[in-house]
């Protein structure tokens, strides 16, 4: 596990492309208003949060974090933010994970979550939380790992895990 590198964003990318619901973009600025949404702008802000699983020089995973959700630059981007602001009390970090398919199932997410929750124990967060779809597959992951509150807003499901 190591922390964000540069020589590492080539491969970050194409895990979170490959990982993306999205699939087609009209043109490139589409495309990298994406990838700053959910990677670009943790790395920029919050690199000290940005943990990698790396084997012999490849990228297996990464999860992105930061201690606090209520930032004003965060919420102009992802504006349904907002609606979960009465949450963010108890569970005020979040964080983004994604694994290269030929690391899914194997432990690497959980490793991955587990050091962010380590990191920000240290720190005195006291919850973190995700957000995802209602109906998404990677609902029974975090459940595995303890994230046992949920509310339900606007077709978003935030799951969250008390530190």
Known sequence: ???????FRPQLSEIFFETSTKKEFKDQKEK???????VGFYLSHYSQYAWLAVQEGK??????????TQDPSLYAIQPHLPA??????TYPAHLHVNCHVDARGKGV???LVQKLLCQLKDQNVSGLHIMTGPTSDNKVFYQK??????????LILLLGIRI
């Open 109 to 111: 997410g959980k490793m």
């Open 32 to 38: 990298d208003a994406l990838f700053w949404k959910y």
């Open 145 to 154: 790992l303890g994230f046992d509150y949920a509310v339900e807003l606007n």
């Open 1 to 7: 596990m190591v922390n964000f590198s540069e020589e």
């Open 59 to 68: 990228l297996l995973g990464y999860v992105l974090g930061m201690p606090s």
């Open 84 to 89: 979960f602001e009465e949450h963010f009390k």
